[in-house]
């Protein structure tokens, strides 16, 4: 005997037991957003190491301005016959073989030897460079993208687990929402961990009887304050050297400096902004559910 299955009246089927849940618009143009950079990004990083290139983050303020920390720098194979003094050459020594330095050229003498010197430093490198120490010149100094290169495990392994822990809400407006929180968290953590945005540190002291003058040197993003207690201040942006002058001392003749964001008005409005970003995208979605629902 066969069996068969009424049909209901009204021309709908019944809806299946088991359903995978489905990627709205949004989900699916930035799926695909993200696999075209990623392509763009890969197939450019291919062909600029095959043909020898290096890439490097800028660790220490040593080049101030033309080079400050948090700077990425892709260089390329250079000849030593081919530089000039005023040249940025990266090199490392055997004294050092596990430190890539990239400074500049101060004096090529007669033999081809070449000595350099970061742009802060009050010294030349103690080294004279050949060919074999040379690991290649600049063909690229981006300021600030070093940093994102350095916080990449960590945004990248963060995004990961959330965007794991957030696939059981099939709500779309908790499941997005969820994601902006947990994105902000990450990029909280990873600014906590690695200090991009505010950092002084002090290359030099200079005594004398009753005073001391301090040079200093901004590496991170934003132009801060610095005020010497007891003493001036001064205003840096990135790589930027300044001279604090500090005439009350501790008894121990120590010295306290302190360092805070200086921007102008329109600076801090849009630092403020950027900080609303999350909260807006999560109205926005909100919006948007509520009008779908309607």
């Not at 359903?19 to 989900?27: A, I, K, L, Q, V």
């Not at 009050?122 to 010149?137: F, I, K, M």
């Not at 003058?213 to 610095?226: L, N």
Request: charged share 15%.
């Amino acid at each position: 005997m066969s069996q068969t299955s009424a049909i209901p009246l009204s021309g709908t089927l019944p809806r299946p037991l088991l359903r995978g849940r489905t990627f709205s618009r949004s989900e699916s143009v930035l799926a695909w957003s993200v696999a075209v950079i990623a392509a763009v990004l890969l197939t450019a990083a291919v062909l600029f190491l095959t043909n020898g290139g290096r890439w490097f983050v800028v660790e220490t303020p040593s080049m101030g301005e033309a080079a400050p920390v948090g700077t990425l720098v892709l260089d390329m194979p250079v000849q030593a016959s081919s530089l000039r003094v005023g040249d940025i050459v990266s090199y490392s020594v055997a004294a050092n073989p596990d430190v890539v330095y990239t400074h500049r050229i101060v004096e090529i003498d007669p033999d081809g030897g070449i000595r350099a010197r970061g742009d802060v430093n009050g010294a030349v490198d103690p080294w004279t460079l050949t060919q074999d120490d040379l690991v290649g010149a600049p063909v690229l100094l981006v300021p600030h993208l070093g940093w994102l290169f350095k916080a990449a495990p960590v945004l990248l392994v963060g995004t990961l687990l959330i965007w794991g822990l957030t696939s059981a809400f099939t709500d779309q407006v908790t499941r997005s929402s969820l994601r902006i929180a947990g994105g902000s968290l990450t990029v909280s953590y990873a600014a906590f961990l690695f200090k991009p945005f505010v950092n002084v540190t002090t290359i030099s002291n200079a005594t004398s009887p009753g005073s001391v003058e301090a040079t200093v040197v901004s590496s991170g993003i934003f132009p801060v304050r610095v005020d010497a207690v007891g003493g001036n201040s001064v205003h840096l942006v990135d790589g930027e050297v300044g001279r604090l002058t500090i005439t009350e001392l501790s008894r121990h003749g120590h010295y306290q400096l302190l360092s805070n964001i200086d921007l102008d008005p329109t600076g801090w409005a849009v630092l403020v902004a950027g900080c609303l970003v999350p909260l807006l995208l999560c109205l926005a979605i909100g919006r948007v559910e509520a009008v779908h629902a309607s």
